[in-house]
């Protein structure tokens, strides 16, 4: 593999023809410049891979020409010489994207080795933004795209927000209508695409551990921290960080959040230095904060921080007009998921996705098309291997209490039975079992004792059952 080309910029002439001499003994290819017209010239003739940049030229400075050059967003490594390092001259280059400063008089070995780094740097940072570009090409959050007139003002206005500066945004909204994806779209389509994304679920961890989880912790700063530990503060610097059900947090977490996002500094659990960040944060809910404020759950101060701009995802019951699109979009990529050719939704299916009010929102829609691909036997998707609860008639006592929640009801003798009718189209008797087995393991949250005990059967009889159905990861 060919080695990369480099550029030297500087006025004298022994140093030029030094520095040419010794990369290309070691199998560089190099141009040289004595000064920034020259080099500029070089820079789009040559395009090469690193610049050996003199800080003071005859014509202008260094840092001017590495601005020149960051504007018209030109490729490569650029390391900084000069024989007077100054403190400002050093962060103006860092900041408009130098790998390094050297100060003359040169030690060429020293200087070989911080051009491979930054050769190395630079190939990593192009392999991780070919990366990016790859997963956001493939990220599913195009998923909360709808055809619908309410669907489409929503998604203008998150483009915009996303194009922003705006640093704090609360997203809200019921329970699978796609919070964590309009978050993910905010991200990917703003300024901050190639930095990091990083989610958290709030509740998903308990609170004495969420305060070292958000802010990190100092060696030694509790019993068991034998190391440092960054935050995601930290790690999500110059990014973005989602706070998934946000109203979980604790009142002396929502104190320290609140700093945060006033003054974008923190301190890690035991540390006594402030560190400062630049970090977007996306909060999420599917509680009323305002109601929470009201109950004295949730800071006032951190509500009127967060919800500067707020945005509010419909449930898929308000805007029905993107069941279907959502239906086959979720019909294609399973389709690919499994590699199982389908030829699209079949009439009776389209009717019964538009019957039925989706009270899971797009998460319950997604999953009922995954089950469905899932178990189907033909091309054409039918309603045979929905749920129960989607198919089931639209009127009549089931219908009630599937309106209301309720799968289960309670007889004479204290036993909770399942309720639903039989549909119209029929169905068999191995789906009504498995929809069994699937209610009695939600019922029991997972507990499999519990949910053999529901059943009246035994435990093994229980998992037998759950493997024959794959029914393993109900909760």
């Known amino acids: 593999m060919p080695k990369p080309k480099i550029l030297v910029v500087d006025d004298e002439k022994l140093v030029r023809e030094s520095l ?14 004595e000064n920034a017209a020259e080099a500029a010239r070089l820079m789009a003739d040559e395009q090469p891979q690193a610049v050996l940049l003199d800080v003071r030229l005859p014509d202008r400075t260094g840092i001017e020409l590495l601005a ?9 490594a650029v390391i900084l010489m000069t024989a007077d390092p100054k403190l400002d001259d050093v962060k103006a280059a860092i900041k408009l994207g130098a790998y390094d400063f050297v100060s003359k008089p040169l030690d060429f070995d020293e200087l070989s080795v911080t051009l491979h ?16 570009d790859e997963v956001r090409k493939r990220m599913d959050y195009h998923e909360v795209v709808g055809v619908s007139a309410a669907m489409r003002q929503l998604m203008d206005f998150v483009l915009k927000v996303a194009r922003s500066e705006a640093r704090t945004i609360l997203i809200t909204g019921e329970s699978g209508t ?23 679920n709030c509740s998903a961890i308990p609170e004495t551990l969420l305060e070292t989880e958000l802010f990190g912790h100092e060696k030694g700063a509790f019993t068991d921290a034998k190391a440092m530990k960054q935050g ?19 009142p002396f977490l929502q104190a320290k959040l609140l700093r945060v996002l006033e003054d974008q500094t923190f301190r890690r659990v035991g540390g006594v ?27 006032e101060d951190l509500y009127y921080r ?15 007009d993107d069941v279907l699109p959502l239906a086959e979009f979720f019909l294609r990529h399973y389709s690919q998921e499994f590699r199982k050719p389908m030829d699209g939704l079949a009439e009776e299916l389209r009717r019964v996705l538009l019957n039925y009010d989706w009270p899971g929102n797009v998460r319950e829609l997604k999953n009922a098309i995954e089950r469905a691909m899932i178990l189907e036997e033909g091309r ?22 599937a309106a209301a929640g309720e799968t289960w009801r309670t007889v004479g003798d204290g036993r909770r039975i399942p309720v639903w009718d039989i549909p119209a189209g029929g169905t068999s008797l191995e789906q009504v079992e498995r929809m069994l087995v699937e209610q009695a393991l939600k019922q029991a949250r997972g507990n499999q004792s519990e949910a053999a005990r529901l059943l009246d059967i035994s435990r093994d009889a229980l998992r037998y059952k759950m493997k024959k159905f794959r029914l393993e990861e109900v909760r």
């Open 178 to 200: 796609g919070k964590d994806l309009v978050g993910k779209v905010i991200h990917f389509e703003s300024s901050r695409a190639d930095k990091s994304f990083v989610a958290l």
């Open 232 to 250: 995601l503060f930290e790690v999500a610097d110059q990014g973005t960080l989602l706070l998934d059900e946000i109203s979980e947090m604790s």
């Open 380 to 401: 054409v998707l039918t309603p045979d291997y929905l749920p129960i609860r989607v198919i089931a008639p639209a009127s009549g006592p089931v219908a009630a209490a």
């Open 20 to 33: 040419q001499e010794y990369f290309e003994h070691q199998g560089y290819p190099v141009v040289s410049a």
């Open 68 to 76: 020149d050059w960051k504007d018209a967003g030109v490729p490569g």
């Open 273 to 299: 230095r402030d560190l400062k960040v630049d970090v977007r944060v996306i909060a999420a809910t599917n509680r009323d904060l305002e109601r929470a404020m009201a109950e004295k759950h949730f800071r």
């Open 306 to 320: 967060l919800s500067v701009i707020t945005l509010h995802l419909p449930p898929l019951r308000d805007h029905k």
């Open 117 to 132: 780094n930054a050769f190395e740097a630079t190939t990593l940072r192009r392999e991780v933004r070919t990366l990016r």
